[in-house]
C-alpha cells in the first residue's frame, strides 16, 4: 500500500524516486489516495501489458473505467478491444500503413527535417522544444495523417489526452477548461469530407467503407492516431536531444557514426518514457506475483519505472547510445498492443536528429530545462540549446 498522490507536481516534476519506491515496495502496490494497483517492475509491467485474460483492455487504458458511468474520457477502437476481435482491427490498420505508404512519409520527414535542421542552424541559439521537435513533428505528421490542424491546438488536445488518461484531478480540469472552446471544432475536423485526398485518414475512411473496420469507427480511429502519435514522438524526440547536448561523449559517438541516431532515440526513450502509465483492468479476482488482487480494479503500468529497473538493466540512470535496448525496453508497450506506430516514430527521430547532427559540431545546454506536468506523460517544455555548425 503507497499513501502517495502520483499525480502530484512534486512527482510528475521528478518521478524516479516515485518510480523506485514502487519497485522496491513489492512486485504489485496499491495506490491508496486514487485506488488502483501500480507495477514499476520490468517483469510485472511485462505481465500486466500483455495477459488480456487476467488484465484486460476493455476497462479503457486510462484510470477511468470507460464500462462505467461517469467516465471521463472516450472508446478507442483499436486500444481499448482485447484479442481475438483486436487482431483483426489491427491487421486492417496494418494493411492502411502499408510499407508503400511508410516510404512515402520517409521521404516526406527527411524533406522536412532538412529544412527545419537549415533553420535552428542559422539561428544558433534556440528552443529546442518549440523550434526543434514541435516545429520538426507538428509541421509534418498532421500533413501526412492528411487533416489540416493548427500546431497550437494540437498541442491544446494532446495535453488533454494525456491527462485524461489520469485521475480527474485539478490538472484535467485546467486542461479541460483549456481546450473546451476548441472540442466541437476538433471532433469536426476528424470527420470525412475534412481528409485530404488519398491522405491516411482518408485511407482510414475507405478501409470502413470496405468493411475492414467497424461500420462508425473512422473517426475514432484517427483520433487514436493523434491521441497516441503525436505528443509522444515530440517527447521522445526532446529527451534524445537533451540527452545528447547533456553528454558530448554520446554526442561525439553519434556524430562518428550516423547508424547510430536510431539507437539513440530508442535509448532516450528508455532513459526517459514518454508514455509513463497506460492502465488495464482486472478480469475477476487474479493472482500476479504472489498477491491477490481485486476483481474490476485498475492496474496502472509504469513504463517508465520499467525502462529503470536494475534488475533489468545495468546502471539504468546512465544514457548510453551503445545499450541494447531494441525490443526490450518498454517504451513503446509489449504484447498485442504494442505501438503500431513505433516505426514511424523512429523515421520521424532518424529523420530530425540525422539532420541536425550531421550539420552540428556541438550541442550545449544554455539555461534552465523545464518539463510540462501532464498525468500520464513525460515531455519537456523548454530546452535551451546552442547549436554550432560543423
Ligand atoms: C515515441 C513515440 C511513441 C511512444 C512512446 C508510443 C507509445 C505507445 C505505447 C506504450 C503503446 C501501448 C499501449 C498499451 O499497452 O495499451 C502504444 C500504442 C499505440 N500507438 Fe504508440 N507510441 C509512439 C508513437 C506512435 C505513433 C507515431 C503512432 C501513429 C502513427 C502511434 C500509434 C499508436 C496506436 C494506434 C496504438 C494502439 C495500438 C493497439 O492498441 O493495438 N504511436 N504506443
Not at 523550434?131 to 488533454?160: C, H, Q, S, W, Y
Amino acid at each position: 500500500m503507497l499513501d502517495i498522490d502520483p499525480f502530484s507536481d512534486e512527482v510528475l516534476a521528478d518521478p524516479y524516486p516515485f518510480f523506485e519506491m514502487l519497485r522496491e515496495v513489492g512486485p504489485v502496490a496499491y495506490i491508496k489516495p486514487h485506488g488502483y494497483y501500480a507495477v514499476g517492475r520490468y517483469e510485472e509491467v511485462g505481465i500486466v501489458a500483455t495477459d488480456h485474460t487476467r488484465f484486460t483492455v476493455e476497462g479503457g487504458i486510462g484510470l477511468s473505467d470507460i464500462r462505467k458511468p461517469g467516465a471521463w474520457r472516450a472508446k478507442s477502437p483499436i486500444s481499448e478491444i482485447d484479442p481475438p476481435e483486436h487482431t483483426s482491427v489491427r491487421a486492417a490498420l496494418q494493411k492502411v500503413l502499408s510499407p508503400v505508404v511508410i516510404r512515402q512519409w520517409r521521404d516526406e520527414f527527411e524533406m522536412h527535417a532538412d529544412q527545419v535542421a537549415e533553420r535552428v542552424l542559422d539561428q544558433r541559439d534556440v528552443d529546442g522544444v518549440r523550434d526543434v521537435v514541435e516545429a520538426f513533428v507538428l509541421g509534418v505528421f498532421p500533413r501526412l495523417l492528411g487533416i489540416d490542424i493548427p500546431p497550437e491546438r494540437l498541442v491544446i488536445t494532446g495535453e488533454l489526452n494525456f491527462n485524461q488518461l489520469g485521475p480527474n484531478n485539478e490538472r484535467l480540469q485546467r486542461a479541460l477548461a483549456r481546450a473546451e472552446p476548441i472540442l466541437d471544432w476538433y471532433a469536426a475536423q476528424l470527420q470525412r469530407d475534412k481528409m485530404s485526398p488519398g491522405g491516411f485518414g482518408a485511407r482510414i475512411y475507405q478501409a470502413e467503407d470496405e468493411g475492414d473496420f467497424e461500420k462508425g469507427t473512422a473517426a475514432a480511429h484517427v483520433r487514436s492516431f493523434f491521441r497516441a502519435g503525436v505528443d509522444t514522438t515530440m517527447a521522445g524526440i526532446g529527451f534524445a536531444f537533451h540527452q545528447l547536448a547533456r553528454n558530448p561523449d554520446q554526442f561525439n559517438l553519434v556524430a562518428a557514426d550516423p547508424s547510430i541516431v536510431r539507437y539513440a532515440f530508442e535509448e532516450a526513450i528508455r532513459h526517459e518514457s514518454p508514455a509513463q502509465l497506460i492502465f488495464r483492468t482486472t478480469v475477476g479476482a487474479v493472482e500476479l506475483s504472489g498477491y491477490s488482487l481485486e476483481a474490476d480494479t485498475k492496474v496502472g503500468y509504469y513504463a517508465g519505472a520499467a525502462n529503470r529497473d536494475p534488475r533489468k538493466w545495468n546502471d539504468p540512470d546512465k544514457f548510453d547510445v551503445k545499450r541494447a535496448v531494441m525490443g526490450q525496453h518498454r517504451a513503446f508497450g509489449v504484447g498485442a498492443h504494442m505501438c503500431i506506430g513505433q516505426m514511424i516514430a523512429r523515421m520521424e527521430a532518424e529523420a530530425i536528429i540525422g539532420a541536425i547532427v550531421r550539420r552540428t559540431k556541438r550541442l550545449e545546454i544554455t539555461g534552465d530545462i523545464t518539463y510540462r506536468l501532464v498525468n500520464t506523460l513525460r515531455t519537456l517544455d523548454t530546452l535551451p540549446l546552442r547549436i554550432t555548425p560543423a
